[in-house]
């Protein structure tokens, strides 16, 4: 038979387009090799053949469909290494827009991501994809070509490649983002998409590199609002503070600039303090750390990854020590930038001083000739902000007025509170470098002796003096330290000469006697979280010394300072919060313990974390009025109530006077009686006559409140109580905020409870397995020798326990391999052989075979277990004397070793002969095996789809779960039975929580809208994400995410030889 003419010619065309595109590769593979150096085409003396080949490759191969369709997987792949090559040279990267390459280069590009992120690696498709890559970061690294990059889509599948598996597709992803985020409009188009997660996720969990790269497009990225407000959602500042115990230089700077961008927001400025990071940064600061860096760049890296050379490179490359030295200076400075911001917190600022911080930046405020001019001088210039800030806060003034020359201070004040301007900083840098030598060491010393951590200069008594916390009008007080002790106190120094005590040695005696009884008493007494604890009192060189509690925070006025500063106010929120927990104090103090402040001054309140309220500053107010003219207290005659100026009887009310002031205060920031004419203030204060409260800023309530308060006639005024009944809304809701907060705290202590008992249960059971097994190995030489024997005897016993006990077939497995070994193992009598131990050994046996299916459990007080159990005591009982001449026998020696099997099977003969067992009670079992695997191919499917470009709630979740499923604190014990819970849809709690920051980023997304697709409504209303979900409810989201990805469209090819792959929703049980 012979072809015809049609057929032969089809036949020579197709021989000939084989051999044509086989030349073909090969020549683009020579090409590849021999132009793999160089970068310069359009310079070349060929540069027009170049041009010509460079077009004919976009436009009769990438951009020709019938031939992308057709052609061989490394055939294409040898086209893009070749426009790759060409594409160094700028000029071939816009022939390339020219032609339309770069839109049918990104469709390209997704399809493959498309097929290796969903089905795995491809043919070729890990080298394609870190090509086009390569070839978008290049046309990316020009500013003007990166709305081309846009436009064509690329950007989407960059995003989706984060999710990579291959090293190489991950960083060629990372370079090309990280270039096309140089520009607003391409950043503004990412951060759009669902990127955030995965960057926390590479930065917590990936290599050096990987972590390097992502910093630095986080980095810029952070310049967009959502991407800030994701990082808060997303729990990112704890992974973003765990970094900075890296000695990368540069992966570092990153980290510390998103830092600096992120914490612009309150709330995130607050955990960072919380975690822990104004102290990580002030470690940075003080130097004493060794870094490491490199020279690369985006442009380097891109090019070495695409060249295969990328995991050759050092990161740690030997730099000089001006390189090393230049970099740590660019280091300090953004941790200067940072602390810039995080010390708008008064609270923060505090810290930050409190953790030597003033004495930390200082430091780099000098100037050093030998080093880099204008890295020194940049550095200068964010220390020099950053300590100016710090002085915006009036608390901490009197630490500068030590440090500078007066010119100096004069430039540093004219600056202003706040300026972020870096320039507005330069010529004060330019006035200290000009300093001569004498003044720069004098400037020097200044900052050493603010040094909190120098030794103590001064003891008082047995207490160290390690800083002056402030002073009043009856003394100073000090942060000490008792001696061999860590725990810092504050301690209160009287001068005991002030007239305020008597004119001469025998009225200051009786009044200190006085103070010293009153104290003695607060201390023994006063027990409220508001209320400050005195420790102790004690008199050394005419001075009173009070010891008292150390309060973190600062003092109420200091807040109002700062707030006029920087032109806030408090929110009504705030307000009541602070009130409420001063009345709470005064109701203690007042109805418990008969005692009155009178002393309640906005300095004499101390606000701590979270604006908690501690009052302060008892026992010398009542000697202070006592024995004191008008003119003697005008440091708190502006919160005085009539009843004292007209020196007439008063008790607890002028308390509440005080506090209808400071809630005045906290409204307006000015106290509600001032005048510089002390007989004007006085008669303010009788006659009640105040500026009304501004309207529109805050609720009626607050203006009726500070009304009451502040009734000059002290009969007419209310007590605490009726203060408090008259904001009792105000109060419930407060409460209702604290027995929420606690309901929480104990629901997480009982979750922490339950999870540590579990882990000890389970390391306790862990421990007996692990016993168990290694005497299993132990003899596992002794085990094979009688392998062959032990076999059919055992069979032989299984078969016999299977017919005497009626088990039904789904109820009872035959154990093989290792099991059938442990099985005689268990059954072998040993050197402390004896019938409890046989009994105990054969009833756990039986235990272990029949529960082995989930499907049909059997009760061990069922009566087929016990008459089997009766059965084997009887058989055992009856051979008493021969099992003691077989352990005799077991004993001396292996050769002499019984067979166990037969023996079994000779004890159960004895008891039973055996039973029939009906065809109609045989039915098919369940293998839970397979329940258990099939549960793991839904969840490793769900998570291995393709990655969303938006959020996706469910898909998060259940990512989530599978990383708890395989983490380092799990185990396989752990996993078969988190599965076994799910498969079952168990009504229990999935412990740990891990699904707050999802809940938290569908509830409170950014402008009041989701930032998930997802309706959060779309999920079970039972949910409650917050406190945990069950495993119920997470099986209702698996099997709705897998039929929303097709997973069951495939039944008919996925389980067609498998019973058992049916769908599964716990609703439909």
């Not at 822990?276 to 690369?296: A, M, W, Y």
């Not at 004397?881 to 000779?906: A, C, K, L, V």
Request: hydrophobic share 35%.
């Amino acid at each position: 038979m012979t072809k015809s003419e049609p057929a032969i010619k089809a036949s020579g065309h197709r021989a000939r387009g084989q051999w044509h595109e086989s030349t073909e590769a090969v020549e683009l593979e020579n090409f590849s090799i021999n132009y793999k150096n160089e970068r310069n085409f359009s310079k070349h003396p060929q540069h027009k053949l170049f041009q010509e080949i460079f077009t004919a490759l976009v436009k009769n191969r990438l951009i020709c469909r019938e031939w992308v369709n057709r052609a061989p997987s490394i055939h294409f792949l040898r086209v893009l290494i070749c426009l790759r090559l060409l594409m160094r040279d700028p000029c071939y990267q816009e022939i390339l827009h020219n032609l339309d390459g770069i839109e049918y280069l990104a469709q390209y590009m997704e399809i493959v991501a498309n097929e290796y992120l969903g089905y795995g690696e491809e043919q070729h498709s890990v080298d394609k994809l870190v090509n086009m890559t390569y070839i978008f970061q290049k046309l990316a690294a020009v500013k003007d070509q990166r709305d081309w990059v846009t436009t064509s889509g690329a950007h989407k599948t960059l995003v989706n490649l984060l999710s990579a598996r291959d090293t190489n597709v991950l960083l060629g992803a990372l370079l090309a983002l990280a270039s096309l985020a140089e520009s607003p409009e391409c950043r503004e188009k990412i951060s759009e998409l669902n990127i955030v997660e995965n960057l926390l996720m590479i930065l917590h969990e990936y290599d050096l590199l990987s972590k390097r790269l992502t910093a630095e497009l986080l980095r810029l990225l952070c310049a967009e609002p959502q991407v800030k407000e994701q990082v808060k959602l997303y729990e990112g500042i704890p992974v973003l503070l765990s970094l900075l115990h890296s000695d990368h230089l540069k992966l570092l700077w990153s980290v510390v600039w998103i830092l600096v961008q992120v914490c612009e927001d309150p709330e995130t400025s607050v955990e960072i303090r919380i975690w822990g990071g104004i102290k990580q940064l002030l470690h940075i600061l003080r130097g004493d750390r060794n870094f490491v860096s490199d020279r690369s760049s985006i442009g380097s890296l891109s090019s070495a990854n695409a060249a295969g050379r990328i995991q050759q490179l050092h990161l740690s490359e030997d730099l000089s020590p001006r390189e090393i030295q230049e970099n740590t200076f660019s280091l300090q400075a953004a941790c200067c930038a940072a602390l810039t911001e995080l010390v708008l917190n008064d609270t923060n600022a505090h810290q930050v001083v409190q953790e030597n911080g003033v004495y930390t930046i200082a430091k780099l405020i000098l100037p050093n000739k030998q080093k880099n001019a204008a890295k020194t001088n940049l550095l200068q210039c964010y220390a020099f902000r950053a300590l100016r800030f710090l002085f915006s806060m009036e608390r901490n003034r009197p630490l500068f007025k030590r440090l500078f020359p007066t010119d100096l201070f004069e430039i540093f004040i004219d600056i202003g509170h706040y300026v972020r301007d870096i320039s507005a900083y330069e010529e004060l840098v330019s006035k200290l470098n000009l300093l001569v030598e004498d003044e720069l060491k004098q400037i020097a010393e200044n900052i050493e002796s603010i040094n909190q951590n120098k030794a103590p200069s001064k003891y008082i008594g047995n207490y160290a003096i390690l800083d002056h916390l402030g002073s009043g009008a009856f003394g100073c007080v000090y942060k000490v330290r008792k001696r061999s002790s860590q725990n810092l106190l504050a301690m209160k120094e009287v001068n005991l000469h002030n007239p305020a005590f008597g004119k001469d040695k025998k009225d200051r005696d009786s009044s200190v006697k006085n103070i010293v009884s009153e104290l003695t008493i607060i201390k023994e007494q006063l027990y409220h979280p508001n209320v400050v604890r005195y420790y102790k009192t004690f008199l050394e060189n005419d001075r009173l010394y009070i010891v008292m509690e150390l309060i973190e925070g600062a003092p109420l006025g200091e807040h109002f300072s700062s707030l006029k500063e920087k032109q806030h106010h408090f929110t009504e929120e705030r307000l009541w919060k602070i009130f409420i927990q001063l009345c709470l104090a005064l109701r203690y103090l007042h109805k418990e313990k008969r005692i009155v402040h009178r002393d309640l001054t906005p300095n004499n309140i101390m606000l701590g974390d979270k604006d908690k309220v501690t009052v302060t500053d008892f026992g010398l107010a009542k000697q202070k009025q006592e024995n004191s003219k008008l003119t003697s207290v005008v440091g708190t005659i502006l919160y005085s109530c009539p009843e004292v100026l007209k020196s007439e009887p008063y008790g607890e009310k002028a308390d509440v006077w005080a506090a209808g002031c400071l809630l005045y205060q906290m409204a307006t920031l000015n106290p509600p009686f001032y005048s510089t004419n002390m007989l004007s203030l006085a008669t303010k204060i009788v006659e009640a006559v105040y500026e009304p409260v501004p309207e529109g800023i805050y609720s009626e309530k607050v203006t009726d409140t500070i009304n009451r308060c502040l009734t000059p006639d002290a009969e007419a005024r209310p007590d605490i109580v009726e203060v408090s009944s008259m904001i009792s809304d105000v109060m419930m809701k407060y409460l209702d905020n604290l027995s929420t907060s606690q309901l929480a705290l104990e629901k997480k202590l009982e979750r922490e409870r339950r999870r540590t008992q579990r882990y000890f249960m389970e390391a306790n059971r862990n421990a007996v397995t692990c016993h168990h097994e290694l005497a299993l190995l132990s003899q596992e030489a002794f085990e094979k020798a009688s392998l062959s024997s032990s076999s059919s005897g055992a069979a032989s016993l299984k078969s016999e326990l299977s017919e005497s006990a009626d088990l039904p077939p789904e109820g009872f497995q035959a154990p093989c391999g290792k099991d059938e070994d442990r099985a005689c193992e268990e059954i072998l009598p040993d050197d402390n052989f004896n019938l409890e131990n046989i009994d105990k050994d054969i009833y756990s046996e039986l235990d272990d075979e029949l529960d082995i299916s989930d499907n049909s459990s059997i009760s061990s007080s069922s009566p087929l277990k016990e008459s089997t159990f009766s059965i084997l005591k009887r058989s055992f009982s009856a051979s008493g004397g021969e099992r003691q001449s077989q352990t005799r026998d077991f004993t001396g020696g292996i050769g002499s070793r019984p067979r166990p099997g037969s023996q079994m099977s000779t004890f159960l003969w004895q008891a039973s002969a055996g039973i029939a067992v009906s065809q109609r009670k045989v039915r098919q079992i369940s293998d839970p095996i397979q329940q258990i695997l099939i549960q793991l191919h839904k969840i490793i499917y769900i998570t291995q789809l393709p990655p969303a470009l938006h959020h996706n709630l469910k898909r998060k979740v259940i990512e989530r779960f599978k990383k708890s499923l395989f983490s380092q604190q799990s185990n396989p014990c752990n996993l078969k039975s988190e599965i076994k819970k799910l498969s079952q849809g168990s009504p229990e709690p999935i412990e740990p929580n891990v699904f707050t920051a999802d809940y938290h980023l569908s509830c409170h997304s950014s402008g009041g809208h989701s930032l998930s697709p997802n309706d959060p409504a779309d999920l079970p209303t039972s949910f409650d994400l917050e406190e945990g979900i069950t495993y119920e409810q997470m099986q209702t989201v698996i099997e709705e995410v897998l039929e929303e990805s097709g997973y069951y469209n495939f039944t008919s090819n996925r389980y067609h030889s498998y019973p058992w792959g049916t769908k599964n929703h716990p609703t439909k049980r």
